[in-house]
């Protein structure tokens, strides 16, 4: 029996955490148990890359298959290729398989969500939630799955405790029961969760969002999704690309092999690192409420790469950690109101697509982002930090080109 449409969101929200709290745990461990079972430098970098280009393929197909296939049935086939590639991580180290299974199983170097779940459950938020709460409905959808990744980061440091075959072992074998848990709930979705030509009840117009311009609300062809979508998917992918350059995975590699940090150490500190964005993100709807969506979105986003740029400078472990958790507090404020811009720039009927397609923009730059962050790692370069301090410098350019070109609508 399908649960009522008012507990959607709330299945929504419990399957994020659940996906969280699997990327919480194995990113922290991932480059360890590979490098340790004989995988090292670019091998490594390529099954990350590798994990990114099939979580964009998938996120393409679903931006423009899941609406006419189902939600739901859409959302259940990418849970059981979490599962299985979950599964592959845990019992095999063979070097083919492990790119197959990354490739098929949106295994993520961090708690960040490039997945092809993310653009039809935003879609079904925004469909089921009037527009003035948008923001709200998707700061708990994002806070409550960045503290399910801060205790994934606590459970990598109670893993460490194992030799680091077997912790990596034990996380994915957690990963695949968690991944088909998720398919559970997406089951229990109401055909609520379906496309819908018309507004969710209580919502008056998209037009409440006050920081976007009524010409960006306006209908667009059925074929083409207008022009502001596609430009800020682009500067989203400049964006990915930087953070790609620092994700949980490469942070943790760079603070063991800079620092000597332990996996014990690194749960904990990913435990700290997450659980402040989580509970720096319940701002964003009293920011955006007094400021726009477009301040929200990048005051805090420029601050956050300032620290994320004298990370390379702390002399030891300490301080780094300390410029870490600053840059963590700030670095996921905007989150709620990105993804609230992108539902308001498009109607309904194309919510799905938007979502999708800045999804996937993002995804290909990750895919791009190891590789790199790999040969900037390569040598005497470790102590420098590059991954850091170019991402660092990409992020701002980011900030910078995105007031530029939608200060008008904010």
Known sequence: MRVPARDDSSLIIAARALRTFGYGC?????????EN???SGTR???ILAVAAAGCVLATIAMGKYADR???RTSLLVSACLMGIAGLAFAVTRSYPVLLIAAFIGTVSPSTNDNTPFSGVEQAIF?????????TAIFTRYNVTAQAAGAVGG?????LGALPTSLAGDAAFALYSIIAFTTGFLFLRLSAAAEPSAGPPAGSPTNAALPSVDPEALAAPTPTRLPGPVRRLACLFAVDAFAGGLAVQAILAWWFHHRYGATATDLGLIFFAANLLPAVAQLAAPLIVSRHGLLPAMLVPHLASNIFLACIPLAPDLGDAVVLLLARQALSKIDVPARQAFT?????PEHRTAAAS????????AVSVSPLAATLLLTGSSVALGGPLLVGAALAAAYDLAMWRSFRAKS
């Open 69 to 71: 296939f189902g939600r």
């Open 357 to 364: 397609l800045t999804t996937a923009a993002r995804g290909v």
């Open 37 to 39: 079972a004989g995988i």
């Open 343 to 347: 539902a308001a720039l498009v109607g």
């Open 26 to 34: 194995t990113s922290v461990l991932l480059m360890g148990m590979l």
């Open 126 to 134: 925004a469909q089921r939630t009037p527009a003035r709460q948008h």
């Open 154 to 158: 606590l459970a990598a440091a109670a």
């Open 44 to 46: 490594l970098g390529l």
